[in-house]
């Protein structure tokens, strides 16, 4: 477990723009190279096009540069999971990791990335 990307994905929680269902997200993401990269959710009113903490995350590491990552925390009010679109990009992005779930408090358990998308869909599938 990584303190720093914890207390990151929480301080992440702060920079949400959440005016619809008022659910702070905040994710952070660590790099190969040591990094931590925070990201939020951000809210539309057309619900579709809302981007989860942690796919901002992972997207904005990927626009800075970064290509390989071996961990992620999450943090909301109450512990959530990612839901099923992250699930997807988290093992596109970085196959398997340890994801850190914390509330407020700090951490409260770990998930790997298989267990949360098992028999995933990935660029095997499509050879």
Known sequence: MNKKLIEKAI????R??????DYTV??????????????CNVESSSYGLTCCAERTALFR???EGYKS???????TENGG?????????IWDLCKEIPIYICNNNG????????EILPDAFDDRSLK
């Open 11 to 14: 301080e992440m929680r702060d």
């Open 16 to 21: 949400s723009h959440a005016p619809y269902s």
């Open 26 to 39: 905040g994710a952070a993401v660590l790099s190969r190279s040591g990094d931590i990269i925070g990201g």
């Open 61 to 63: 590491a990927i626009s």
């Open 69 to 75: 990552f071996i961990a992620l925390a999450v943090a």
């Open 81 to 89: 999971m990612p839901c099923g679109a992250c699930r997807q990009v």
């Open 107 to 114: 951490y409260l358990k770990t998930v790997l990335s298989s």
